[in-house]
């Protein structure tokens, strides 16, 4: 069982340049998100999607697109990479009822130069 | 709007040494709690939950108990070991229509030695 996988694992990109960061999920899940972790600001939600065809914003989206086309899938698109934008970035999805566990994925460490 | 404040780390104990990580959160109606644990290169995996006040969490001699009162969900183990060096994260979720999504707190890292 995969659970949620995250690719690519390490990317540097320079300013400007734009790239997506692919998630998957074999669960199932409803709901998907992206969260991207700063040293002492624990994680912060991006963008969330509780369905196909369905997306929304979270905490920090400028900068960020998504889109769900399925049920398994849920890329993070960066625009116009920017230095503020490197983070680590995790894909997390879960079931949509009270008291859900989220399984995350192992990350995407990003750096922008 | 929803909020979780963690006790600031890092933390350094020796095995066996008591653990506690305070929590505390502000949320409208009532929320579920989560601690979460993350281990080194990896992603983040749930420890424990709790869905309503006065629950307790528990799992790997782990605990937590929702207090409603004091808006708290305090981490706790007896006796550590050096295993469970972690970063160690607070969240809850505000249910309604949001029940995946969470709001963290600002992570503990953890360190224990032998």
């Known amino acids: 069982n995969a659970g949620v996988t995250q690719t690519p694992k390490f990317q540097v990109l320079k300013t400007g340049q734009s790239m997506t960061l692919q998630c998957a999920q074999d669960?199932?899940?409803?709901?998907m998100s992206w969260y991207r972790q700063d040293p002492g600001m624990g994680l912060r939600l991006i963008h969330y999607?509780?369905?196909?065809?369905?997306?929304d914003q979270g905490e920090v989206p400028n900068g960020y697109n998504v889109s769900r086309s399925t049920t398994e899938d849920f890329p993070l698109r960066l625009l116009s990479a920017a230095p503020s934008q490197t983070s680590v970035y995790f894909c997390?999805?879960?079931?949509?009822?009270?008291?859900?566990?989220?399984?995350f994925g192992q990350g995407t460490r990003l750096t922008v130069v | 709007g929803n909020s979780v404040t963690q006790m600031e780390g890092p933390v350094t104990l020796s095995e066996e040494a008591f653990l506690t990580i305070n929590c505390t959160y502000t949320?409208?109606?009532?929320?579920?709690l989560f601690w979460y644990v993350q281990y080194p290169g990896e992603g983040l995996q749930l420890l424990l939950k709790a869905t309503k006040a006065d629950d307790k969490g528990s799992n790997k001699g782990f605990e937590a108990t929702y207090r409603k009162e004091t808006t708290s969900f305090h981490l706790e183990k007896g006796s550590v070991q050096v295993s469970d060096s972690a970063v160690y994260f607070c969240a809850l979720s505000a249910g309604g229509t949001s029940y995946g999504k969470l709001t963290f707190g600002q992570g503990t890292i953890l360190t224990v030695h032998p």
């Open positions: 997390a999805s879960s079931y949509s009822y009270e008291g859900t566990e989220a399984f």
């Open positions: 949320a409208t109606g009532y929320p579920s």
């Open positions: 669960m199932n899940h409803e709901y």
């Open positions: 999607s509780v369905g196909a065809g369905i997306t």
